[in-house]
């Protein structure tokens, strides 16, 4: 356990020096480019904490809120819907602020335990073909080992590689104890997934971005190193939180 950890150490020490503080996940390894449009539901962060910039992955579940990793939270978020290359002024891009940001109250930044934060947007979007809603599981939803969801992101498309167009891959629901060799995996707040023979994962750079499972976000890029199995907070375990706190400030 000691050597793993220490080879884990080994790999996302260079990340490190090149991320903000908890900025550690999200890359999309082993994918491709996903179709212009066909995820309506992704958002991309511009999030500036200090004097430091960076951006993360998220995903619309009303239209004025967006669900995200907490360690994705910064001074200022700025959040652009409808996008495919989030480098050029596509007319189906909307761009909004997040006025409220709201990690859960339990967030652990050293642990990334309940590694989750709503974001109030400044005004409701008008939904259309390019920005959609996607339905949250239902409370403690399982998904079990073997199923096989989708990853969509932004961010780097290897360990160094980087892209401006919306990539995707399709990752394994793996068993618990794949991900257990990571001391702070917890099983009842995390999800294991990625696929290490074909080295499909997500993992560094895209954090916040939904883990889709037969048409629903059953997890959230968390963390990980530049190599599956990657970790995802599990969404379902989290239901009642976002429900109620949406709820509490509705106008």
């Known amino acids: 356990m000691a050597l793993m950890m220490q080879l884990l150490i080994l790999v996302l020490l260079p990340a490190a020096f090149l991320l903000p503080p908890a900025a550690w996940a999200g890359e999309i390894i082993g994918g491709q480019e996903a179709r212009p449009h066909s995820r309506p539901h992704m958002a991309y962060l511009e999030i500036q904490r200090g004097q430091n910039s960076f951006h993360c992955g998220g995903f619309l579940v009303s239209e004025n809120f967006v669900l995200t990793a907490a360690h994705c939270n910064g001074d200022k978020i700025k959040v652009t819907l409808g996008a495919h290359n989030i480098r050029r ?13 709201i990690p859960h109250p339990q967030y652990n930044n050293r642990t990334k335990n309940n590694d989750i934060m709503l974001l109030k947007l400044d005004r409701k979007v008008t939904l259309n073909n390019y920005v959609k809603t996607i339905s ?12 096989v969801c989708n990853v969509a992101g932004w961010g780097r498309i290897g360990c160094t590689s980087t892209t401006d167009r919306l990539q995707e891959v399709d990752v394994e629901v793996l068993e618990n104890e794949e991900c257990q060799t990571y001391s702070l995996y917890n ?4 999800l294991c997934a990625g696929d290490p023979k074909k080295g499909k994962d997500s993992a560094q750079g895209d954090s916040g971005g939904p883990l889709v499972c037969k048409g629903k ?20 375990t989290f239901i009642t939180w976002i429900q109620k706190t949406m709820k509490n400030l509705q106008p």
């Open 89 to 101: 002024r596509e007319a189906s891009q909307v761009v909004i602020r997040a006025v409220r940001h």
């Open 136 to 147: 949250l599981p239902a409370t403690n939803k399982t998904i079990k080992p073997g199923d």
């Open 217 to 236: 976000p059953q997890g959230i890029v968390s963390w990980g190193p530049c190599h599956p199995p990657g970790v995802y907070t599990r969404v379902s």
């Open 187 to 190: 099983p009842t707040t995390m």
